[in-house]
């Protein structure tokens, strides 16, 4: 059913103090990750009276549209890793010329792990409003029914898939105290979650969501561990999202802890004041703490 609209036009968003007076507006349009049901009734009003919408596939934007019973009358603009950069500067002149300029993602919240973060930044860096019509989201979606804290939390999105950079993202993965939403790829879903578990641990807690909002709609909880071998012979299709559970903070340094790392760096040779800062920066602990261990190792030294 599509959502009902108010045949009112919506009240355009005025610029802030400092913008251009008369200047047009861009506004970020959440969309919805599944269910159709999601699209918010201001949502349908923006893209009903935008003047260019901006969209990473213009098939399933002008699919959506249709759905909404909004026409799309050639205002459909492709947006795309590959054509951000040159995107930005027509968006910045289209808002010059006063019109409204929306940016959707194929589903979701434009711009995170999506296109629009560099159009964002190129209309804020020319002094023009840029605006919100906030909705879905894979990454909360997934994060509020996980089961896993969500006071402090970070989004890491797509790792990456080979190289040193996977395995420079996957070590700190490993240290992060918060926890983390990833994207992955169903096909990639099973090595990924094995890599998972080899550097964070087995026990790591792990929230699993696939096809939030729609019919098939998946939650698995469990460990690294468990989802390794879980989803290791699966046939994983549809939208992935991975929520990991933080590393455990480790206790903070006792007195010990500090001499002995102390003495380490004094028996290879290292001068107190740079075995003390390399100790607190590896400790965690104040410097001074660190240079009073040393001198206490080392009297006879400055």
């Known amino acids: 059913m599509s959502p009902r609209r108010t045949g009112r036009p919506p009240e355009r968003a005025r610029p802030s103090e400092g913008g251009a007076a008369g200047a047009g507006v861009l506004v970020l349009v959440a969309t919805p990750i599944g269910n159709l049901g999601d699209l918010s009734r201001r949502a349908v009003e923006v893209l009903e009276t935008a003047d260019a919408v901006l969209c990473e596939d213009t098939r399933r934007t002008r699919a959506l549209l249709s759905a909404a019973g909004v026409p799309g009358r050639g205002r459909l603009i492709s947006l795309h890793e590959h054509n951000e950069a040159q995107r930005s500067g027509d968006v910045v002149a289209r808002l010059a010329a006063g019109q409204t300029v929306a940016v959707v993602s194929d589903a979701g919240t434009p711009a995170v792990s999506d296109p629009g973060a560099r159009v964002v930044a190129a209309a804020v860096a020319a002094g023009y409003v840029v605006t919100v019509v906030p909705g879905p989201s894979a ?157 206490a190792l080392r009297p006879d030294r400055d």
């Open 139 to 295: 990454a909360l979606a997934a994060l509020v029914v996980s089961g896993l804290p969500t006071d402090r939390f970070c989004v890491e999105g797509f790792v990456a898939r080979r190289g040193a950079e996977r395995t420079r993202r996957l070590a700190a993965l490993a240290a992060e105290p918060r926890t983390t939403v990833l994207f992955e790829a169903p096909g990639r879903l099973a090595a990924t979650l094995a890599d998972l578990a080899r550097v964070c641990g087995e026990g790591r807690p792990v929230a699993v969501a696939r096809e939030l909002t729609k019919v098939h709609e998946e939650v698995w909880r469990g460990t690294l561990g468990e989802a390794a071998a879980e989803f290791s012979g699966r046939d994983v299709r549809g939208e992935v999202v991975v929520v990991l559970g933080g590393a455990a903070e480790a206790p903070p340094a006792s007195a010990r802890d500090v001499s002995e790392a102390v003495a380490h760096q004094l028996a290879a040779g290292v001068r107190p004041a740079e075995a003390a800062a390399n100790v607190a920066a590896a400790l965690g602990v104040p410097r001074r703490r660190a240079y009073d261990a040393a001198l």
